[in-house]
């Protein structure tokens, strides 16, 4: 079991970057396969990234590709998403979960963090 924290997040305009840690206060990461997550309002909680074990990213959502990055480092228990050229359609709660089990598969996700707001004006 992990406690996750989510930071970074923040009101920025279109074109600006942001940078979304997730930190495990318990637990360690390097145990596990991250997603990263993000809900707008009114719609359901949708797949950014999915982070492999060795710090290997296995998918972005094509809205993100390009733009999006993640990394982690294991020795600071913390995994990134860097956020590049921001759109107002990337406005939404971020989140990030573990699994060992099917990355693939939302429900397989646990330990969510509280989540952290990202705003997007245009």
């Known amino acids: 079991q992990v406690h996750l924290v989510e930071s970074g997040g923040g009101l920025v305009q279109a074109g600006a970057s942001l940078r979304l840690s997730c930190a495990a206060s318990e637990g360690t990461l390097g145990d596990y396969a991250i997603g990263w997550f993000r809900q707008a309002p009114g719609k359901e909680r949708e797949f950014v990234n999915i982070l492999d074990r060795n710090g290997i990213s296995l998918w972005y959502a094509d809205s993100v590709k390009g733009r999006f990055t993640s990394s982690r480092d294991n020795a600071k228990n913390t995994v990134y998403l860097q956020m590049n050229n921001l759109k107002p359609e990337d406005t939404a709660v971020y989140f990030c979960?573990?699994?060992?089990?099917?990355?693939?598969?939302?429900?397989?996700?646990?330990?969510w963090g509280q989540g952290t707001q990202v705003t997007v004006s245009s």
């Open positions: 979960a573990v699994t060992r089990d099917n990355k693939w598969v939302l429900s397989h996700y646990h330990d």
